[in-house]
C-alpha cells in the first residue's frame, strides 16, 4: 500500500507544452510538498500546502501552479514547459502538529521524472 | 534562514569500513536535524532526525549520527560499510517555525568491494 503516490513516473514532452503531475497521500498527513531534484541531484523545495491551504511558495515561476483539493491530494501543473524544467519532481507528506513545531520528517513519493525536449 | 553544508559531494570507503559523512548546519535558532537516504530512481527516505532531545541519534541500517552545538555538526556514521549502503545521502535542518526543511546538496557513498 504505497504512503505517498506521483503519477506519471515519467513524462518527456516538447517545449512550450502544459503537463501536470498528480500525489496522493494516504497517511493521514496534514502537509504536503513539491520539491525538485535536478541532474546534480540538488533537492529544492517549491511549494508547501497545509490542510489546502499554501504555506510556503519559494520563488517559483508563475508558470508552475500547485492545486490542491483536499489534504490528501496536491497536484503540479506546469504550463508553457522550458528546457530548464527537466528534472525529477517530488512530493512529500508530513505531520504537522498544531501547537508544536513541525518534527519535518518527510514522507516522500518516488518522483515524476520529467524531460522536456 | 537555516542551511546546510554537506563536505564532499562523492565518498568512497570499502565494505566494512567506517563510514563517515559530513554535514554542518546553520540556524538561528535550535534546529532539528535529519539525514534522509536515497537509492537510484527512488524518493528520500529518513534516515534518523534530531529534535532536541538525546545528542547521539541512532537510525536504521546501524547508521547512528552525533549532534555537537559547538561544531555546528551532524555527522553520519556507520561502524562497517555494506554494499547494500551505497545511495546518496542528504542532510537537512528545519527551525519548525514553518514547514520548510532544507537539504543540503547531498553525498554520493560507493562501497568499494
Known amino acids: 500500500d504505497t504512503a505517498v503516490s506521483q503519477t506519471p513516473k515519467y513524462l518527456v514532452t516538447q517545449m512550450g507544452n502544459d503537463k501536470s503531475i498528480k500525489c496522493e497521500q494516504n497517511?493521514?498527513?496534514?502537509?504536503m510538498y513539491w520539491y525538485k531534484q535536478d541532474s546534480k541531484k540538488f533537492l529544492k523545495i517549491m511549494f508547501s500546502?497545509?490542510?489546502?491551504?499554501?504555506?510556503i511558495n519559494e520563488t517559483v515561476p508563475n508558470r508552475f501552479s500547485p492545486k490542491s483539493p483536499d489534504k490528501a491530494h496536491l497536484n503540479l501543473h506546469i504550463n508553457s514547459l522550458e528546457l530548464g524544467d527537466s528534472a525529477v519532481y517530488f512530493c512529500a507528506s508530513s505531520i504537522r502538529t498544531s501547537g508544536t513545531r513541525n518534527t519535518g520528517e518527510l514522507f516522500f513519493g518516488e518522483g515524476s521524472r520529467l524531460t522536456v525536449l | 534562514a537555516q542551511s546546510v553544508t554537506q563536505l564532499g559531494s562523492h565518498v568512497s570507503v570499502s565494505e566494512g569500513a567506517l563510514v563517515l559523512l559530513r554535514c554542518n548546519y546553520s540556524?538561528?535558532?535550535?534546529?532539528?536535524l535529519f539525514w534522509y537516504v536515497q537509492y537510484p530512481n527512488q524518493g528520500l527516505q529518513l534516515l534518523l532526525k534530531?529534535?532536541?532531545?538525546?545528542?547521539l541519534v541512532k537510525g536504521i541500517n546501524g547508521f547512528e549520527a552525533e549532534f555537537k552545538k559547538s561544531e555546528t555538526s551532524f555527522h553520519l556514521t556507520k561502524p562497517s560499510a555494506h554494499m547494500s549502503d551505497a545511495a546518496e545521502y542528504f542532510c537537512?535542518?528545519?527551525?519548525?517555525?514553518?514547514?520548510?526543511?532544507?537539504f543540503g546538496k547531498g553525498t554520493r557513498l560507493h562501497i568499494l568491494p
Open positions: 534530531y529534535t532536541s532531545a538525546a545528542t
Open positions: 540556524s538561528s535558532v535550535p534546529p532539528y
Open positions: 500546502y497545509n490542510n489546502k491551504e499554501l504555506i
Open positions: 537537512a535542518v528545519s527551525e519548525g517555525r514553518d514547514d520548510k526543511i532544507i
Open positions: 497517511l493521514g498527513h496534514d502537509t
